[in-house]
């Protein structure tokens, strides 16, 4: 997929560096004297866990937030960024782990938004739409530059960011989960760009949870623990078992099928359900499919980007409108009903996009986790503080979300910590079928392992689990069952005793991980 980092220059010159560099929050340390160095036309692959202070570290390098002490040194001499503008006219630009696009403007403004090309009458929009259409081709992706961005699936959006970064010509480039919503596919055309990148002298800082694929693309890598650095090795000393340990402590696995009891009656049924493309293209993303899951048992449907794993989700939620079909909750006909009514009839949906819409940022931890269940505490116009907060503490205590407490900002939770909320949220209204699409999306290790903890419970407690992934290593997990989706249909089913190699040919990509 990428060129052999031997190929690079072993000993880059350090370009920028932080210095026993720590950051404190209140009563929380998330860095604690870090030393990191980034070298010219190499890729230091970050590691570490969700809160380990990976984040939080490269917001201080690309000027987002200030040290609370330490120092950053550009080119040997000590700097200050007064704000993420001045990092950038130094040559430094940052792709953001979670989305900042405006969905309302097309991608051309999006790209060039606060850096507008000026001609002699303003600005110049036909040379903005002319680098664009050049940025997507560099990137292989047929998006026009006037396509509003809330028109594009989430990883065309990611694209986007991608581009945006691109443009700028920088050259300190830090991608922060630039592939966590990226088809297979389009990670291997921005690991092409990422090797030009490199071999012109760009210095680049890659962090990813997918640990096998930051594997190709590194020269060194670094993992951050509890706001220390803990590992430092060049490629050719790390594997694996390296990065895990070193993370974690452990070599941890995302567990396996729940047993010891027997499945239930059927919980959720699908027939011949038929979605045409919601982007108004003529085709079915779901086509003519039709699927029965009993309570207790875990699903999990795998399929690559455009496969229609999304779309039979959100159709199911109520989210999307399915064309023809009948979805039935425990026998019961559930079509046209709404999502407020799907979640009251005990369907539930965690979405893929958390952060657009799994969460509201103006929200607390707490309220976000009481939302969903407002109804449970709610009589006529008054609420009941004592059964919302009792709430809370008991979703805070299940799904285990690390925060000082229910009051606290949403924002200021880890990855990891946030997709545990949406989880507890939908957990919290007492479903019977959960449905979650790409739940371990931009998590690491450690949470992921976690969340499928969680699923496996619900499972034993007679819960009936779907989840949708993009991994093949998470199919063999925790499923009872791995459904595989090509072209909107069911192409093949497996059990537990499935191989990699199995599910891929299935799914119609050409050539195993």
């Not at 903005?128 to 594009?152: C, F, K, S």
């Not at 699903?299 to 690559?304: A, E, R, S, T």
Request: with cysteine; glycine share 10%; aromatic share 4%.
């Amino acid at each position: 997929m990428s060129a052999p980092v031997s190929s690079r220059n072993a000993e880059g010159e350090v370009v920028l560096a932080a210095r026993n560099v720590a950051k404190i929050y209140g009563a929380v340390h998330a860095l604690k004297g870090v030393n990191f160095e980034i070298r010219r036309g190499q890729v230091t692959t970050l590691f570490g866990e969700n809160g380990a202070g990976k984040s939080t570290l490269m917001k201080i390098l690309s000027g987002v937030i200030q040290p609370t002490s330490g120092e950053i040194i550009l080119d040997g001499q000590p700097v200050s960024f007064q704000n993420s503008t001045h990092a950038r006219n130094l040559g430094i630009s940052i792709i953001h782990q979670e989305l900042s696009l405006a969905p309302n403007l097309p991608v051309r403004d999006n790209i060039f938004m606060g850096r507008e090309i000026m001609g002699p009458t303003g600005v110049n929009f036909a040379e903005e739409e002319r680098q664009v259409r050049q940025l997507m081709a560099d990137l292989e992706e047929d998006i026009d530059p006037m396509t509003p961005v809330e028109e594009l699936r989430l990883g065309q959006q990611q694209i986007v960011e991608i581009a945006r970064a691109l443009s700028i010509d920088s050259r300190i480039l830090i991608m922060d989960e630039p592939t966590s919503a990226l088809s297979a596919a389009e990670v291997e055309v921005l690991f092409k760009v990422i090797n030009d990148l490199t071999a012109k002298g760009v210095a680049i800082v890659y962090i990813s949870h997918h640990l096998e694929e930051a594997l190709q693309i590194t020269d060194h890598a670094v993992v951050l623990r509890d706001g220390n650095m803990t590992a430092w090795a060049p490629r050719a000393e790390i594997d694996l078992n390296w990065i895990v340990r070193n993370m974690v402590g452990e070599n941890y696995d995302l567990g396996s099928p729940p047993s010891g009891y027997a499945f239930g009656s059927t919980a959720l049924s699908v027939q011949n359900m038929v979605m045409r493309d919601p982007g108004g293209n003529d085709y079915n993303v779901v086509d003519d499919l039709s699927l029965d899951v009993r309570a207790g048992e875990i699903v999990c449907i795998y399929g690559l980007m455009g496969a229609g794993r999304s779309e039979l989700m959100e159709a199911l939620a109520g989210r999307l409108r399915a064309g023809s079909g009948r979805i039935e909750l425990e026998g019961r006909e559930i079509s046209g009903l709404s999502i407020a009514q799907r979640i009251s009839a005990g369907l539930a949906l965690v979405p893929e996009d958390r952060q657009r819409d799994g969460l509201v940022q103006t929200m607390s931890v707490g309220q976000n986790l009481s939302l969903a269940s407002i109804k449970t505490f709610t009589r006529g116009l008054f609420t009941s503080k004592k059964a919302e907060k009792e709430l809370i503490e008991q979703s805070i205590k299940a799904v285990t979300v690390k925060t000082a407490g229910g009051d606290a900002p949403i924002g200021s939770l880890s990855g990891g910590n946030q997709q545990k909320v949406v989880i507890g949220k939908m957990m919290a209204t007492n479903p019977k079928v959960i449905l979650l699409d790409e739940p371990s999306r931009g998590i690491d290790i450690g949470a992921k392992a976690e969340v499928f903890r969680l699923l496996a419970e619900g499972a034993k407690q007679g819960l009936a689990v779907v989840y949708t992934t993009s991994e093949v290593s998470e199919c063999l997990s925790i499923a009872h069952r791995i459904i595989v989706m090509h072209k909107g249909r069911i192409s093949a089913e497996f059990g537990a005793d499935a191989t990699k190699e199995m599910i891929m040919a299935a799914s119609g990509e050409a050539h195993a991980a």
